[in-house]
């Protein structure tokens, strides 16, 4: 994202690197394993021979989904970012077999328009053409942000004065059943300077909510065409449909100064988080519709929480932070990221979560990995889905994530997501080093700094409570918010930012139904689970009961890593009262007592089949 004003601007990818720990070790098997993944699995799922049929004339035998064709475009952008680093990928490959199947006037869909298949925008509500075609703009955009005006770029760009053409506003008055062409447009705008894409954004953003889709037996909420984008109290329907809707309405406001649409979805977001978000930042608690459910409803062993959702989440986050500088968007930011988007790909980074409950009741099955996995809830990562937009999705967010940890303004830089790295901005270079989230130190250290004073911010976050700010000068204690330093910076100066990591208890609000009288355990940013296989019998999970009176104990686990802090906590397993029939006039009863190992939920389901839980009954005093 670049957009033109806001209270913050971010920095570029070429500006800020990853050198290591969580999220560089992340980034580095992503350019290694999981993009090259993606590639041979969209080859052998027949997905890039789409194109290469559509460029001879006629696609007739096309595989794969109606968007199968946004996979592409999602991985093109995440080697963009990679090649941009001196990272190999076959870009050039890719770009050929996609650029060869683009219409002489713009258009770019294997899925309609040709014989045998079903007439272009004939299914605007499930086709995904303008879903499709905004993957292909983003990643067009990617490019232009590294420097390059290539092929396709030239080709984004011939897509989106197709879409101008036929939707603007003496064209077609519909919309795409999937929201997405709105912040390609915006941000392609942003690349060129040219108007017509962002006024075509803004129509479409206008034109969702007044019942251009069809009715459906989800409703029309299901795809945000039931109210005006404006009017709607909290994120409904389709979550990730949503979440994309939002992303693409902030940028139209920052882009046009409308300040109501801004402060809409700003209302949107904050009812959202209060009352339709789960512990680890997931949203979509229903799978019909993988959507959002009502307020409250957010049952742990039905948590939908798709990944996609989350990369979304953080898309938005992102955006609202930026336009308004406050730090609670940074701080669902960093939730999200660690316990929704760290936890989709395996260690090796050749698996992948669709869904991220937050209890599994019986352990997934083994997947083939020959073939596509049909189901999105396997309780168990699968090198591939039917429906494969997580796997793509990540690898496009952790290639970029280096452009989601630090801004600047007029007075200096703020750091808002803590990760290894160097960050060279305005003649300002800082290295941070930190092993961030398993300790809590960041220290930043200036290397190179203009001859006048600056002010560097560090976010606190909100878990944080109180932390502590050591600087050239003093030792002092800071609150949740931004901690500041205002001075003359000279080379070799240092800040240190020490963040409170320990265990801490955590209960949900009452309103919660289906976890009232259960606790969660926290540390720093990663929320914690109770996997069986680290149990002393594979009933621990069936009914445990902990006692958060008993201080948390902090050990090892070299099976996930040397650096992984897992966690012991005092518990009972309960027997129960009554054999063949589950109810009954008493409680169960206290079988023995026994201590429940935590691990890190994001690390989950990374040692074979397993049950899980991250909400654990309260012991009855």
Known sequence: MQPSTGTLRPLGLDEVRLTGGFWGDRQARNAAATIPHAYEWQRRAGWL???????????????????????????????????????????????????????????????????????????????????????????????????????????????????????????????????EIEMALVELYRATGTGRYLDQAQLFVDRRGQATLPDLELGRSYYQDDVPVRDRAAFAGHAVRALYLACGAVDVAVETGDDKLLAAIVRQWERTVAARTYLTGGMGSRHEGESFGEDFELPPDRAYAETCAGVAS????????????????????????????????????????YTNPLQQRAPGSPPDPRVPNPRATAGERVPWFDVSCCPNNIARLLASLGGYLATRDDRGLQLHQY??????????????????????AVTVRVHAAPQRPWRLSLRVPAWAGEATLVTPEQTRPVSPGYAVVDRFWRPGDEVRLELPVAPRWTEPDPRIDAVRGTVAVERGPLVYCAESVDQRTAQALDA???????????????????????????????????????????GPAVAEATELVLVPYHLWANRGPATMRVWLPERRR
Not at 121 to 129: I, K, N, P, T, V
């Open 544 to 586: 445990p009961a902990v006692d958060p009176s008993v201080p948390v104990v902090e050990r090892r686990m070299p099976a996930l890593g040397p650096e992984v802090v897992a966690l012991g906590v005092a518990a009972s397993t309960l027997a129960p009262a009554h054999a063949g029939w589950p109810y009954g006039s008493t």
């Open 314 to 353: 953080v898309m938005l986050s992102w955006r609202l932070l930026l336009a308004t500088g406050e730090p609670r968007f940074a701080d669902l930011a960093e939730r999200t990221l660690f316990n929704v988007v760290a936890a989709g790909p395996s260690l090796d980074g050749r698996a992948f979560f």
């Open 49 to 179: 021979d789409n194109f290469r049929q559509a460029a001879a004339g006629g696609v007739t035998a096309r595989r794969g989904r109606e968007f199968s064709d946004s996979e592409a475009y999602k991985l093109a952008e995440a080697m963009v970012w990679e090649i941009a680093r001196g990272a190999d990928a076959p870009y050039r490959e890719l770009v050929e077999v996609l650029v060869a199947a683009q219409e002489p006037d713009g258009y770019l869909n294997t899925m309609f328009g040709r014989p045998g298949q079903a007439p272009r925008y004939s299914a605007l509500d499930w086709g995904h053409e303008l879903y499709c075609a905004g993957f292909l703009i983003q990643a067009g955009v990617a490019r232009l942000r590294t420097g390059v005006a290539d092929a396709l770029v030239a080709a984004a760009i011939r897509a989106a004065d197709h879409v101008c053409a036929e939707f603007g506003a003496a064209g077609r008055q519909a919309v795409c059943g999937h929201p």
């Open 419 to 440: 990760a290894a790295g160097r960050i060279r901005a305005g003649g300002i270079e800082l290295g941070v080093v930190t092993e961030y989230p398993w300790r809590g």
